[in-house]
């Protein structure tokens, strides 16, 4: 029988630890006198009694290593506790939200999808729009743990691949799990606090410059303005694109860089894949646009190219008129934010990684069919893919696929327009936060989904986070027999 002690303890104390961080907030609130710090204090008691209630009640398992399966169900687990007492603050208090669009907006938060049904954030209270901007921040070092540390375990689409070489988090790079969070939190921090100051020093007032930098630095999306970046055109695109880029690379690239391998980063093959495919889209759009309308060229590469890594990185931000450039854009808009950015990063989508490798594995079965006489394998960065890597990984793109369409369907019986439940599955799998469509053309919100629409949606955030198959192995029932 599967022993959930030691899950339910690390699960109790996250959850403690997120009551713990809605003070913050609260304090916020209170320091401005606004109203609304009274909704903190009742979710911070709420959540903190709830999650110091489970530590305690699970304490007798400390000293329990966890096994694959108890990885798998503190994987999904930890981001449905954290998901539901992150929503609690949007009920209590401000903006007072139903509670699927409670649960909505704190799924889009900790999962960094960044996609809102909130209308109206330039008047939310300030604690209010900074627990989003945290929700972003402590998603997008939450999954940076996942990616690197549990999905290499789990065997979860072709992760386990970078249990070799440098990227064996486990043991090459840094000793020990403990080692490895506190080098994580440390570059986290730091880039975090850069942002910060980098947005400040271009005029963005202190709490748009706080939220946007742990929304940018997580890819998280999550604005205190509906007007996201929009409300600061210029230089402060150009500083959230390079933030944003940063933030979709490998974070354990950073901690190699800081002890010692200064090109750790750029040796890495997914970083110059991303940076070439980048380039690549925003040339491409940035000609079409001008030989399509009389826009002068600056305004065309800041706003493509803004707009373009926002997608790409999964982060959501927008500025400017992009999404109303036309058919041409909004297929590269669809086709980058397929991709995603680094494996080992914030990011979502398939992964740089994931794309590289399917395109090996193509080319590699091309040149079989060329000669069929010899024998072709698939390499990555000059080391072979081993069989079951491959098999993980079409898996999971196969998988991803199908689960898009499927999602697209169910949310056009929902009611939704075709446009609009693609892109809105799109977006949600993809964990970009992009909103396109008639649907939410009007105020750029998910508000006007059908009930039924949201809850596919919040589903569709969750496995895209969670890598999918993390998702499907859990409603087998050959998995809890064995």
Known sequence: MLDLRPVGYVIGLLVALLGASMLVPLVVDFALGDGNWQAFAEASVITLACGGFVTVACANSLGRGLNVRQAFVLTVGVWLALSFFGALPFVLGAPGLTATDAIFEAVSGITTTGSTVIVGLDDLPAGMNLWRGMLNWLGGLGIAFVAMIFLPVMRVGGMQFFRTEGFDTLGKVLPRATDIARALMSVYAGMTLLCVLTYLALGMVPLDAVVHGFATIATGGFSPSDSSFGKYPGAAEYAGAFF??????????????????????????????????????VATVVLWRMATSDQAFEPVLREALFNLVSIFTGTGFFSGSFAGWGSFALVAAFVVGMIGGCSGSSSGALSVFRVQVLFAAIGAQIRQIHTPHRVFSVRYDGRTVEVDVMNALMMYVTGYVLTIGVLSVGLTLTGVDTVSAVFGIWTSIGNIGYAIGPLTAPAGTFDAFPTAAKWLMILAMLMGRLALLAVFVLVLPRFWRA
Do not use: C, E, K
């Open 244 to 281: 944003m880029l940063l933030g979709s690379l490998p974070y354990i690239r950073f901690v190699q860089m800081v002890n010692g391998t200064p090109g750790a980063v750029w040796n890495d093959a997914q970083v110059r894949a991303l940076l070439r495919w980048l380039v690549y889209a």
